[in-house]
């Protein structure tokens, strides 16, 4: 889920009345849906698909669960994650507060594309 509608390619505007009840309760309408890339570790190119577009979100999210279901597995640690193919580590967080913070560097549409494995998510 991303508020920025310029992370997302390939784009497409959503005009069912979809929406999300955030953690503080409020409730957020989907605007649209697309594509986004970001780098992970060694520059690996990461393609996030039906990425959200949720105005109002005060910043982007990713469901763990949705990772999982395109077969990637997130192990998380004391003050860390770690978002794993079935062969090698693609992405790294760190711990602030409560969430989890990816550290890596931003595309050209600023955000994943996904490589190295044969499903996208």
């Not at 959200?52 to 999982?68: A, C, I, Q, T």
């Not at 077969?71 to 409560?98: H, M, N, P, Y």
């Amino acid at each position: 889920m991303t508020p920025n509608r310029p992370d997302l390619l390939e784009y497409g505007k959503m005009d069912a009345g979809i929406e999300f009840t955030i953690a503080d309760g409020m409730k957020l309408r989907v605007a649209g849906r697309g594509t986004a890339r970001l780098l992970g570790l060694d520059r690996t190119r990461i393609k996030m698909m039906d990425v959200l577009f949720m105005p109002g979100l005060d910043r982007r999210l990713l469901l763990v669960g949705k990772l999982e279901e395109r077969g990637l597995d997130v192990e998380f640690q004391c003050s860390s994650c770690v978002i794993w193919t079935t062969d090698s580590a693609i992405a790294l967080g760190r711990k602030v507060g409560t969430a989890y913070m990816l550290k890596c560097d931003q595309d050209k549409a600023r955000l994943f594309q996904y490589a190295g494995v044969g499903t996208q998510w």
